[in-house]
């Protein structure tokens, strides 16, 4: 992304740190492709974050080591970019929230939709009040493969052996991988996790292991609920409950493969999110209001967003004057005005939207470091979308009902009074 973003402005990319040698290898040499030039090789961040010529870094590490590494970039007096999630222990949003705040540093979210056209035009039609209050935000986003469970670039594993559905899972999961504990620094990328015997497919899988990750919590629902409170200009939930498990994918994986969301706000509106790994028909998004529908065709960051009267008022069941369905593709009737949500000057919507290099996001961030301004997605976001993402881990792994208390700031089992 920063290749990028230099042709748009004055950046380049000056060092690399990784604890696996392979990775930084790998690094350096798109770094050389990409800048022409020799990036500085380092294993430890805190030998990069000595350097007095570095203004910014980027964390693309493992989910619980985000808001660790956030809060030494800061301390270090460097700008950051973080990827999503921001944090998945309260604990540790908390610090690294509270650091940034006391910081001048300029902290970047990794939650690209923020800076992206159509979700902030999206949100304006709802400030505008065009739908009415909103009352539901649903959110079904789904695959049909075994995510995470394969590492494209660890080369030890092939397509064959994933496609091979007669090798035994044990035998997959102790297939030959590329790392091996000598190339790396078993403990340090624990950072602080319970010691365990290295596991090469935990390293780089470890979006299934719960110790290091929630899964599709952390990964697509951090997206979603930052979404909702984009679109919705709420920033912490009522309560949260969770449901799911591993249904398709017995793989040895700890975390769901299938999993469902309920989330209140304080605004009096119910957001569900779900996602299953074992079919993929239709992701869709759908912002249900008093007065009309917001729906979105494709799963998360799709593009394709209409607005309509239809489930308004004048719509108040289908036997007294909602629409009556008898083929498809399903339209709406031309009473409901449905019609696509365009932005000018932006690139025609589609259902799956940009993809993850997107530059435009790491565009704002370089901007906000200059003029020494907020970016789209402040650490306030990220501290946000961890709130959400916690709890409906928690309640996923203890079957309860959660609260959050916005005074104390703390995970309850109890209902709490909201301010106002």
């Given amino acids: 992304m920063v290749q990028l973003a230099s042709k748009q402005t004055p950046v380049e990319t000056v060092a690399v740190c990784d604890i696996w040698n392979k990775a930084r290898d790998r690094r350096a040499a798109q770094v050389r492709a990409a800048f022409n030039l020799e990036p500085q090789i380092y294993k430890y961040s805190e030998e990069m974050l000595a350097r007095q010529d570095i203004d910014g870094v980027m964390i693309a590490t493992g989910d619980f080591q985000h808001a660790k590494l956030c809060t030494e970039v800061v301390k270090a007096g460097k700008d950051c970019y973080v990827e999503k999630p921001f944090a998945n222990v309260l604990s540790e949003a908390k610090e690294a929230r509270d650091v940034t705040k006391d910081s001048k540093q300029v902290v970047q979210m990794g939650s690209q939709h923020r800076s992206q056209p159509y979700q902030i035009a999206v949100r304006d039609i709802i400030r505008s009040g065009r739908i009415g209050k909103v009352v ?14 394969f590492v494209p670039w660890d080369v030890g594993v092939s397509r064959e052996m994933l496609e091979d559905r007669n090798m035994e899972w044990k035998e997959w999961l102790n297939r030959p991988s590329q790392l091996k504990e000598e190339d790396t620094d078993w403990k340090r ?4 996790k319970p010691d365990r ?27 979603g609920c930052d979404l909702v409170h984009l679109w919705t200009d709420e920033a912490y939930p009522v ?24 989330v209140t706000y304080p605004k009096g509106f119910l957001y569900t999110y779900k996602s299953i790994m074992s079919n993929s028909y ?4 759908r912002i249900q209001g008093r007065d009309g529908t917001i729906a979105n065709y494709g799963g998360e960051g799709a593009s394709l967003f209409t607005v309509s009267k239809e489930g308004g008022r004048d719509e108040y069941d289908p036997y007294g004057g909602g629409p009556v369905y008898k083929g498809v593709p399903i339209v709406g009737t031309g009473n409901d005005a449905e019609e696509l949500i365009q932005v000018p000057g932006a690139a025609a919507p589609n259902s799956l939207g940009p993809d993850d290099d997107d530059v435009s996001h790491v565009v704002d961030w370089f ?18 979308h961890s709130i959400v993402i916690i709890m409906a881990a928690q309640s996923y792994l203890t079957g309860k009902k959660l609260y959050w208390d916005p005074t104390a700031e703390e995970i309850v089992d109890h209902p709490v009074p909201q301010p106002g």
């Fill in 239 to 262: 309560s949260v409950v969770a449901n799911g498990g591993v249904f398709t994918w017995t793989d040895g994986r700890e975390n769901p493969d299938a999993c469902v969301a309920a």
């Fill in 282 to 285: 239709r992701s869709f998004s």
């Fill in 189 to 192: 990328w624990l950072l602080g």
């Fill in 367 to 384: 901007a906000a470091m200059r003029n020494r301004s907020q970016p789209s997605a402040t650490v306030d976001h990220g501290f946000s």
């Fill in 197 to 223: 015997p290295f596991d090469p497919h935990v390293y780089l899988e470890f979006r299934l292991y719960k110790d290091f990750s929630s899964g599709l919590f952390d990964q697509w629902m951090s997206h």
């Fill in 136 to 149: 539901h935000v649903e959110q079904e986003w789904n695959v049909n493969e075994e995510r995470w469970r």
